[in-house]
């Protein structure tokens, strides 16, 4: 059972399993899988969920398109074909980290 304030993970029978989500960091994008196995692609693009064949392949038709522009087709392509990804849509970029110089 999943619960909202504790994170991710779910616990089945005293097994714990989170789901399957990416996370890009410094520039690398990595897939952690359910048991918490990180990867990493050898394409400079990844989608995962019941709608990743779909996006992956309007990722792959759309390498020059800018980053936002790219997300969105393949979020549409998997919307269109695939009964479990539907809008809203929402995309979140982070800044660069704020690093603390300790003084002397």
């Known amino acids: 059972?999943?619960?909202?304030?504790?994170?991710?993970?779910?616990?089945?029978?005293?097994?714990?399993r989170g789901g399957t989500f990416l996370v890009g960091y410094a520039g690398r994008l990595f897939k952690i899988a359910g048991d918490y196995q990180v990867g990493e692609s050898a394409d400079d693009f990844d989608a995962c969920g019941?709608?990743?064949?779909i996006a992956l392949g309007a990722l792959l038709a759309s390498p020059n398109s800018p980053p936002r522009e790219r997300?969105?087709?393949?979020?549409?392509?998997a919307e269109r074909f695939s009964a479990g990804v539907r809008t809203p849509f929402h995309f979140e970029t982070l800044g660069p980290p704020h690093?603390?110089?300790?003084s002397n």
């Open 99 to 102: 690093i603390q110089v300790p």
């Open 50 to 53: 019941c709608g990743e064949q």
């Open 71 to 77: 997300l969105t087709i393949a979020l549409q392509a």
């Open 1 to 16: 059972m999943r619960c909202a304030n504790a994170g991710y993970a779910e616990r089945h029978h005293e097994a714990e």
